[in-house]
């Protein structure tokens, strides 16, 4: 999908400075996990074009990284890239490659993050999105690696579902363990949807467009928040080097875009022979969301120096990080003896955001 997805936004696309991105890649041991992914892909590139000292591209899917080698192409030498074959799941190879890849910057990308799939999924998601963070951050802290970054959603906010669930979690995890010593500068970041990645809504416009087939629309109230991949990348990049924990971060995107608007633009994109393109309303998915907000109610925005990059002011949670490591053992140790409904509940429960604590039953089981 090549098109000019900046056509999507009701905004002007925004660019941090060239000098902050080269701050970020230059001369550094860069790795990022999930690389095979649609950002990750980006990322890699961008990085490989930028002259670091090494960059360590990691993912779970032979398939994805064969495909990542043939994108880099020749500057896969350039850059020292090694392509690394791992699960996040195993906690000793993750250890070993940070060991001794000598890190200084990891970009944690990787996550399962389909949302109607992942709610037919809850246990695999919870294994690998938290289990597989938490072997990341171990590895990265044991090493020395200097800086952690890892991408949020705004879907974490209102966390209804279990992917959403399981990155409000994170926030909290990472944003408790930001704060020690021992541990990476950790710089969380709170992404909008993304366009141009795969699997996504406009992927699937896209198709239906170019097939000259009527646009599926779920439900014609809901609307997202848009943001390109270069804006993506950008971000994770300019935050990196961010010198003091000040928050989370977010782009400010703007106003969010009605998903029949957004439908039609992307129609308008690929095929702008038709003027008028057909709908139809297949209704809201498990796991999906009418709206889906910036920041908690108790959250407060302000603007950096930096145009277009906003600090979330936050709370760290009132569970402490060994309350947080007790309650991965319980997953870890017994998960995949629980049903998937309880597996849900015990996400949404540690998620507890405001718009989910009515909605959780508690279960012995978890206790």
Same mark, same amino acid.
């Given at each position: +999908? ?58 779970? =899917? ?59 999924? *809850? ?8 289990? %597989? ?10 090493? %020395? ?40 500068r950790i710089r969380i970041v709170r992404l909008v949807?993304?366009? %141009? ?29 848009? +943001?390109? +991949?270069?804006?993506? *990348? =950008?971000?994770?990049?300019? *935050?990196?080097?961010?010198?003091? &924990?000040?928050? &989370?971060?977010?782009?400010? *995107? %703007? ?25 139809? &309303? /297949? ?26 990059? &906003? ?15 007790e309650e991965l053992a319980k997953f870890r140790e ?25 909605? /959780? ?7």
């Amino acid at each position: +999908m090549n098109e000019n997805w900046a056509r999507l936004l009701d905004r002007a696309e925004i660019q941090f400075d060239s000098e902050i991105l080269d701050e970020a890649t230059r001369g550094k041991r860069l790795l990022i996990t999930g690389a095979g992914g649609s950002i990750g892909t980006a990322l890699s590139q961008e990085i490989a074009a930028r002259a670091p000292a090494r960059l360590v591209l990691l993912d779970g =899917h032979e398939a994805s990284l064969v495909h990542l080698r043939q994108r880099i192409g020749e500057l896969a030498s350039r850059c020292d890239a090694r392509f690394v074959l791992a699960d996040l799941r195993d906690q000793h190879k993750i250890a070993q490659v940070f060991a001794r890849e000598r890190i200084d910057t990891a970009f944690h990308l990787a996550a399962y993050k389909q949302v109607p799939l992942a709610e037919d999924n *809850v246990d695999q998601v919870a294994s690998v999105n938290l289990l %597989g963070t938490l072997n990341v951050l171990d590895a990265a802290t044991a090493s %020395g690696t200097s800086t952690l970054v890892f991408p949020s959603s705004d879907k974490a906010v209102t966390a209804l579902g279990a992917y959403a669930a399981t990155k409000r979690i994170l926030e909290q995890i990472l944003y408790s363990r930001a704060t020690a010593n021992d541990c990476p500068r950790i710089r969380i970041v709170r992404l909008v949807n993304v366009t %141009g990645t795969q699997g996504s809504v406009i992927e699937k416009f896209v198709g239906q467009a170019r097939a000259r087939l009527p646009l599926t629309i779920t439900d014609s109230r809901m609307d997202r928040y848009w +943001m390109t +991949m270069a804006e993506a *990348v =950008h971000l994770l990049l300019a *935050v990196s080097v961010r010198p003091r &924990l000040e928050g &989370l971060y977010m782009l400010d *995107v %703007g106003d969010p875009v009605s998903i029949v608007e957004t439908a039609r633009r992307v129609y308008q994109l690929v095929a702008p022979d038709v003027a008028s393109p057909p709908l139809r &309303l /297949v209704g809201i998915r498990p796991g999906e969301q009418l709206h889906e907000e910036l920041k908690l109610p108790d959250e407060r925005f302000r603007f950096s120096e930096l145009p277009g990059l &906003l600090v979330i002011e936050t709370h760290p949670s009132a569970m402490d990080i060994s309350s947080w490591l007790e309650e991965l053992a319980k997953f870890r140790e017994r998960g995949y003896d629980w049903e998937p409904s309880e597996v849900k509940a015990w996400l949404l429960r540690l998620a507890s955001t405001p718009a989910v604590e009515s909605l /959780v039953p508690r279960s012995t089981r978890f206790d």
